[in-house]
């Protein structure tokens, strides 16, 4: 295991359409968390699961996103009706959990979205 | 409500220089901070972190100084190298059961 996989690593989009966007976390690792990162800033928290359940959601997480993990191995974040203000880069990272603190956080290479 | 920001945007520094990253943040119930850099292309990274029980911290050319009384954090990097040109966010977490909530970065260029 090489650590956390997105895929794709781009996507261009037109407005309107439907995106969903994969991540591979760490094996072993329970927690899966979702950040977006539009340029020039740090990475916004999204949402995150324990295993399957999914146990925070941010106000960022509009009724259009929906992410799930539903073996609680992977994870899925899908946009519909795609705007062009979800451009951004969207980051998946995991870890062991609570009591791990941020040395077992380890996030992907990310997933750059470009809604035209 | 949570929240950590960067005194600068850029900070460019001499090859050899040491450099510092300040920043602020505005949540007393934080208790635990880490600073993260993120090359080009890729996701953030870990450097170091620092609990709230602690006012300084050592890495490799890598040190954290946290000033819990003005709600202030300080990355250190010792003898800067090219590779160490990044955009570097700090974070923190009020607890170790929350997420992880970044700032907004500064970026770090080294001239020759």
């Known amino acids: 295991d090489t650590g956390v996989s997105q895929n794709p690593r781009h996507k261009i989009t037109k407005r309107g359409q439907n995106v969903t966007f994969r991540c591979d976390p760490i094996s072993e690792h329970n927690r899966l968390y979702w950040y977006r990162q539009t340029l020039g800033q740090g990475p916004e928290f999204l949402t995150y699961f324990q295993n399957e359940a999914q146990l925070e959601k941010s106000r960022l997480l509009s009724d259009r996103f929906s992410a799930e993990r539903p073996k609680g191995s992977f994870s899925t974040l899908e946009i519909q009706r795609t705007e062009q203000g979800d451009s951004a880069m969207y980051l998946c990272a995991s870890s062991l959990g609570p009591g791990q603190g941020a040395y077992g956080y380890t996030f992907g290479s990310g997933t750059r979205l470009t809604v035209v | 409500g949570e929240s950590v920001g960067l005194h600068l945007p850029t900070l460019s520094v001499q090859e050899g220089d040491n450099s510092i990253i300040n920043c602020a943040y505005s949540n007393s119930a934080s208790d635990y901070f880490i600073w993260y850099k993120q090359e080009s292309g890729k996701g953030p990274q870990f450097i170091i972190d620092?609990?709230?029980?602690?006012d300084k911290r050592q890495g490799q050319r890598v040190t954290v100084l946290l000033n819990k009384t003005v709600k202030h954090l300080s990355l250190q990097i010792a003898a800067t190298q090219p590779g160490d040109s990044a955009v570097y966010f700090c974070?923190?977490?009020?607890?170790?059961?929350?997420?992880?909530?970044f700032g907004s970065g500064t970026r770090l260029s080294i001239r020759p």
């Open positions: 620092i609990r709230s029980n602690m």
């Open positions: 974070a923190d977490q009020y607890s170790s059961a929350s997420k992880i909530i």
